[in-house]
């Protein structure tokens, strides 16, 4: 038998454990589009709201999306964003009573929210010749996970 | 009537037209952990075909991950690694005949491809409290759009 | 952090209880199309065996279309017609073991039972003109939720 | 050969058309509940934008979620709503050029945004005993379809 | 750069024709069984009704289960199942008008729906120990594949 | 009530067991395609790896493909291969614990892992008519099932 080398993590015998992770990343846009987020001009319509709701779905499709991630029942996410002067940034908090982590889950979240931002502004982000010369999402992280024993 | 403040683009009058996107990104590992991707010794297997595929799929899936992108034909999606020291780069390139372009689904294709390789280095990574103090997504950006009028 | 205004609920510290929840709708069909659906003889075949097919996958997947809903490990599904002279009326009963109620998942449930007799009975339907003058869904509502512990 | 009696419909040989088709719906909430979307006071938040950016995204699956449809190229998707007293009214727009009309994916919009409507908020319309005596989505029915020859 | 060893075709540059394939496949199954499916006896219901929806929504979703599939417009599938007196086969006809031909979307067809016969029939075909000795799934093949110039 | 002939099993009473099951399935190829694969000289790439990405991810996919099976938190999926002279065999292993057992996921898996072998060999195994004389999915069948008291 050839066992190819690809491997899901056996989590059958483990406990269930409830597990919280945080997740952040920032996305780097023009002054203009910042503005236009801060005063709800963005032709596309409410950025914010349309990245928060895109991240949740997200973070429940996570075992989808990764191929050798675990389904989980997620039971909370939160997603915040800190709009600074010439960045986005966000923070996405996942929840779960199960037998392993959700940092992928909060990872994936920032991710999408993030996507989901620069698809709201790309007209705005675009220049003459239709590229992005400026946009660009960093330091997507793992701020914090905790494992509570039940 | 009250308009949301939501608007996907009409692009139903739009021509079709061949289109093309390429985007980058990079996610930030131990030396151990790229030493071990380079040898094939990660625990979970085969880190870049793994995450190759799940780009190719997810590239496929941006209009149900990105909630204003219109649903796209894809005709091509190409993935390429480069290992440097201290980092593993991604770029991917899309491809289709449609009405609208393909740098969200470039970008969705990348974000997914690091996000995989996360997940397959997490035993790697993690320090001893769990937690992830050096890995990190970082420049993921649109490299190249092309417009060809068919 | 600006707090954008979408909150899922947390049912994270929430019990498993035994779920259930019950809810009707019906569609106003043309006489002639019920009349063939009780003999079986709609173009697109057998509308009832469709619609409740439609129905159970839809209750699985209500978590992937309803944004703030938690993914549940539905436990039972159920999907029953009552073929009226004018009207085809649907009853769709959901269970599960889960932190929180299943009262969405049974309102998707018979809206998608209810879409797809429509979409199953389109060409007897439409008139003339390719409209629907007397096609309508109605009285989608909740008609019994249960909670009981463990 | 058993010809078991569900037949998709064939439209390999159509021509492409652009195609229109609006959908209406509504739901009767408390008068509460209303006053709490008109001043943004509803728990779980914005309702409306999520509704609306759950409409949009199941417009674009209604392939998938009823079984005959064909998937189509959605070129635009709008989604307006009317708070008036006692009701909310949505409105769903969608267009493509396609080889079949979008009727069934305006019914499926406007199913999906009343029903993450009633979602936002359950905690505002549940009784004591945590029923639904007064909710109710009705009137969902396709207002207008049109075909242009291209 | 490392090009990892998997490649998409790129169909970009081809033209569209139109398309058909069909597909075959059988089910070895217990000659009650095969008595219940005829008498309409099986305790989970109307089992060629269910197959043949499951196998033409598998067919639509095949690019979502098969990593380098392209996303083709399905403009056709049929389904269609020969109850013989020891197996059951199924036939799956496809069709589209795309870059790309579609035996991948009737083998998958074909595939889910055995596998959805298998599930419906599960209670008749273990044996006492919960075991499935005699069912078999075989001859999944390509029958037919037709590329017509438009 | 009409009540269709198509009914889930109700698992909501009954305990969580730990669950394992087994499942096989062979192709048959041409020797040269055989060849191909062990030498890594297929044209669309890493054969297996691909493949048993695919079928990890198909598992977990289950209750959506096959309409009755219920949403089973999957634990542990194992893929392996065996490359014999004319034809390749795979043997998928599932482990959950669950209210029901995983014979159809891993079924599921095994069927697709074939397909996704198919779809990478095309190029292959096609003659010169475009036709797959040769090529055929044989023996898909249940080895084990386990069903473990907690």
Not at 27 to 56: F, M, N, Q, S, Y
Not at 107 to 122: F, P, R
Request: charged share 30%; net charge neutral; hydrophobic share 45%.
């Amino acid at each position: 038998m050839m066992s190819v080398n690809v491997r899901m993590v056996d989590i059958t015998g483990k406990a269930e454990s409830e597990r919280l992770a945080v997740a952040e990343g920032k996305i780097r846009l023009r002054r203009e589009t910042i503005e236009k987020i801060r005063r709800g001009e963005v032709p596309k319509g409410d950025v914010l709201a349309v990245a928060k709701t895109a991240a949740i779905m997200a973070v429940k499709k996570t075992w989808e999306i990764i191929p050798l991630c675990h389904p989980i029942p997620i039971t909370f996410v939160d997603v915040n964003f800190d709009v600074m002067e010439e960045e986005l940034r966000v923070r996405v908090e996942v929840k779960t009573t199960a037998k392993t982590g959700v940092e992928m889950e909060a990872l994936t979240g920032a991710s999408v929210a993030l996507l989901t931002v620069w698809d709201m502004v790309k007209s705005l982000e675009k220049d003459q010749e239709g590229q992005y010369p400026y946009t660009e999402i960093n330091s997507i992280r793992v701020v914090e996970k905790v494992k509570r024993q039940l």
